[in-house]
């Protein structure tokens, strides 16, 4: 089992930026890869980036270029730092974990942290 809690929420200005945590806690070790996603009013949720196991990362579009997903294995924390903000980027972001053990596969999710950007 896994448990995660994002931090690092708020309101910004356009053009700031800003730095989420997901904290896991529980069987980390069978974690493969974890990324975050988010998902604005009226859309469907997209993928902001992801780092596996082997610390490899992919962003998502909309953020290539503005962002950086980072992880700290001593805390067990993966960050994702959020730069030159726009107001396109307001939306809940959620951490999820993709977790791999002998009897198959479980995907993990956060509550999610809110992120508003004002324009």
């Known amino acids: 089992q896994v448990r995660l809690v994002e931090s690092g929420g708020g309101l910004v200005q356009a053009g700031g930026s800003l730095t989420l945590s997901c904290v896991a806690s529980?069987?980390?070790?069978?974690?493969?890869?974890i990324a975050w996603f988010r998902r604005a009013p009226g859309k469907q949720r997209e993928l902001v980036a992801d780092i596996n196991s082997g610390g490899n990362t992919n962003y998502g579009d909309s953020v290539k270029g503005r962002s950086t997903i980072s992880r700290d294995n001593t805390k067990n924390t993966v960050y994702l730092q959020l730069n030159r903000l726009k107001p396109e980027d307001t939306a809940v972001y959620y951490c999820y974990a993709f977790y791999v053990d002998y009897d198959g596969d479980i995907d993990y999710w956060g509550q999610g942290t809110q992120v508003t950007v004002s324009s």
């Open positions: 529980g069987s980390t070790s069978h974690i493969e890869r």
